[in-house]
């Protein structure tokens, strides 16, 4: 990696210069460590397999950072699968993007919009229960690489679906296949089974200002 050429200051004391080089000296020295740390971590970290991603909490990005990762699978020529279990009533960027590629992702929009809107819960989950068929079907097929399924958190908190079949299931996977589940509300049973977990949190949004929905950002 070549190294950067300390800019010349004509107005620096001797002192200002000697100050600059033991912090830059500090530096080096603490990114000497630490790529040390990360090459041990790296090192240990040799087992391949497919893992089970859990996005949740109350802040936005979380079925962006699944679709994210939909994208990314395709990229390295990954057969993927998307099942949508809330959302519905509103066509997304997303699902208008990804039916581009019927080939490489399997795209079933099951929900029929949020809960509030719906108002119908035997309903709701009666086509819950439909589109976990859709998933363990997938699951139960080696030729997907990675799966999401979209909102499947919020039909778990509700009792739209028995937690521990959906388990049982995503246990029972082939061994190289990737999940990713979205959603608010993660049940700690689904939490203590994946491998990663990321809570978002919300700092701030622009729909407590007064800004709806905007397509390319929210849908």
């Not at 000497?32 to 949740?56: E, F, P, Y």
């Not at 296949?177 to 689904?190: E, K, M, N, S, Y």
Request: charged share 25%; glycine share 10%; net charge negative.
């Amino acid at each position: 990696m070549t190294q950067e050429t300390p800019q010349f200051d004509p107005n620096a004391t001797p002192d200002a210069e000697s100050a600059e080089a033991a912090r830059n000296e500090r530096h080096r020295a603490r990114m000497v460590r630490k790529k040390a740390l990360i090459d041990g971590k790296i090192a240990q970290a040799q087992h391949d397999c497919g893992v089970l991603v859990i996005t949740t909490g109350n802040g936005k990005g979380k079925s962006s950072s699944g679709f994210g990762m939909v994208v990314r699978a395709m990229g390295h020529g990954m057969k993927t699968g998307v099942v949508q279990f809330i959302k519905g009533a509103i066509p997304t960027g997303e699902e208008k993007f990804l039916r581009r590629f019927p080939e490489e992702c399997e795209f079933h929009v099951m929900g029929e919009g949020y809960t509030w809107d719906t108002q119908d819960r035997a309903r709701d989950i009666a086509k819950a229960e439909v589109a976990w068929e859709q998933a363990r079907r997938m699951l139960n097929d080696a030729s997907f690489g990675l799966l999401l399924f979209d909102e499947l958190n919020i039909a778990l908190k509700l009792g739209y679906l028995d937690v521990n079949k959906v388990i049982a299931d995503l246990e029972a996977r082939p061994e190289m296949q990737h999940v990713v589940i979205t959603g608010r509300g993660a049940p700690q049973a689904l939490v203590d089974v994946a491998d990663t977990v990321t809570d978002m949190t919300p700092v701030k949004h622009a729909f407590a200002q007064g800004i709806r929905a905007q397509p390319g950002v929210e849908m």
